[in-house]
């Protein structure tokens, strides 16, 4: 049971982890070194961070989980997992929160999202966001420090993200 920091980078842990036990305190698994840290035995994140790693385990999360490769189960309750890869894991299941930033001095929305192993498509926002004197470019996401275009009728969401409008500037003749 973990409710302090633990500096994880690279090695293995071998037993079932509680991160973040509400009776012990806060928790957090740092894993920001080159090296990822093997999680062998199951995972329960109660409401804290665990940055990355090898789950090899199941995983319950209902804290934050940023990236990480997933071999087992995983229960998302209404946590937040930012990246990772999905494609060797047994089963996945919850919910995921996308937040879509209008940036328009407006007010985030969210849609929430049955997750999947194959991935779930969206909805497009409705109403579409307005801005005075621009016109919507699309929503845009950021995977690998590059900001790509989402494309409600092919892409889908594996974990939760946030997608931002990108406007251009309405022109008249």
């Known amino acids: 049971t973990n409710c302090a920091a633990i500096h994880a980078d690279g090695g293995d842990i ?28 199951d995972v329960e994140n109660i409401r804290d961070t665990i940055e990355k790693g090898k789950f090899e385990g199941s995983v319950t999360n209902n ?19 930012t990246g990772g890869d999905f494609s060797q894991a047994t089963s996945l299941s919850g919910n995921l929160t996308v937040t879509f930033d209008p940036d328009n001095g407006g007010g985030n929305s969210t849609q929430d999202v049955t997750w999947s192993k194959d991935g779930t498509t969206l909805a497009t926002p409705s109403p579409a966001p307005t801005k005075d004197g621009y016109t919507l470019a699309g929503w845009y996401y950021t995977e690998n420090n590059a900001e790509k275009k989402w494309d409600f009728g092919t892409d889908k969401v594996c974990y939760t993200m946030t997608l931002k409008a990108h406007w251009t500037i309405s022109t008249h003749t």
Do not use: D, Q, R
């Open 63 to 81: 804290g934050k989980i940023t990236g990480g490769t997933f071999t087992g189960t995983v229960i998302n309750n209404g946590g937040t997992i």
């Open 14 to 41: 071998c037993g079932a982890v509680k991160n973040g036990h509400t009776e012990y305190g806060m928790g957090e698994i740092t894993g920001s070194g080159a090296e990822s840290t093997t999680f062998y035995g």
